[in-house]
């Protein structure tokens, strides 16, 4: 199920939490939103649900206008908010069946969606437990869980992995992973593995706007602007392979990273480049000992999107 943004700005008081966002989520996609905090995610994906409204803008959920039936969008979304809100009190069976009767779930078809949605997010060891005696990785499973009784086709989770430890937070990855192969997924995170270990796409908010849309390579490549390849070449001097380098057609930018070791950064087109440079140091009887392909790393990319 798709979901539009058209122009969504919300305030509060004086201070514009979410800045004219617009944006398209199509289904199947997992997408993060990735921002530092007080970026406007949180704010972004309460409007999305319904759970408060924006000043302006439109949302649009499977085509329809979320303001023009909000109890019939809701069915459609599962949400899992940042502080997740638990009955700690409560065995985990039980909890769910609650939360699927406040869905109008069928009577006779709650026992089988409870059973199915344990099996889900691997809860069967821990479904007769009290809630309040769960570690903090099973707490957030129980959250998804509850997110996904009524079977809705979007799943809208608010930093899913907060406060887990390592083994835990792969364990929740790998759940989104496999939820999202039937699902549309939305999480929001400031963390940048969680982004490139989980999301099909990226979108980086930063003061309520949305500064980046696209894929880890998608971004990587417009950080840069052009492909870039690291060289080492020996047997020639340093200058006269520093201008024929410049000379070759696909390549637009040469720098010299370690001029003593014959080392250089080329910006290119990397398909053509790779090759011409090869064919460039055979006729010139050099030897070519190292070409890597250089990315961006998405720390640095959501750093210089954030802090400018």
Not at 100 to 123: D, F, S
Not at 162 to 172: C, K, M, V
Not at 258 to 272: K, S, V, Y
């Amino acid at each position: 199920m798709d979901i539009v943004i058209e122009n969504l700005t919300k305030r509060f008081g004086n201070q514009k939490a979410v800045d004219n966002i617009s944006l398209k989520v199509s289904t199947g996609e997992i997408i993060g939103f990735l921002g530092p905090n007080g970026a406007g995610k949180t704010t972004t994906m309460k409007i999305i649900t319904n759970y408060i409204s924006a000043d302006e803008g439109r949302v649009f959920i499977g085509g329809r206008l979320v303001d023009d039936d909000p109890g019939r969008i809701k069915k459609h979304i599962g949400y899992l908010p940042e502080n997740n809100p638990l009955y700690q009190e409560m065995p985990v069976i039980d909890y769910l069946e609650f939360c699927a009767r406040l869905h109008n779930i069928e009577k006779g078809v709650i026992g089988r969606r409870v059973a199915e949605i344990v099996r889900i997010t691997g809860l069967n060891r821990e479904k007769h437990k009290k809630i309040g005696e769960l570690s903090k990785g099973y707490r957030q499973r129980v959250g998804l869980a509850q997110a996904m009784i009524h079977d809705p086709e979007i799943l809208i989770l608010d930093e899913p992995t907060s406060g887990l430890d390592p083994n835990q937070i792969a364990e929740i990855r790998k759940l989104i992973r496999e939820l999202g192969r039937e699902k549309t997924v939305i999480l929001s995170t400031h963390i940048l593995p969680e982004v490139e270990a989980t999301c099909d796409r990226i979108f980086i908010i930063n003061k309520g706007r949305l500064v980046a849309d696209g894929t880890p390579e998608n971004l990587r490549t417009q950080a840069q602007g052009s492909d870039i390849v690291k060289v080492r070449i020996e047997d020639g001097d340093p200058d006269q392979i520093f201008k024929s380098l410049m000379q070759v057609r696909s390549v637009s930018l040469v720098d010299f990273t370690d001029r003593h070791m014959n080392r250089f950064e080329i910006h290119c087109r990397a398909e053509t480049a790779k090759r011409e440079i090869f064919n460039l140091c055979v006729s010139r009887k050099w030897v070519l000992t190292e070409m890597t392909p250089y990315e961006a790393k998405l720390e640095d990319i959501f750093r210089e999107l954030t802090m400018n």
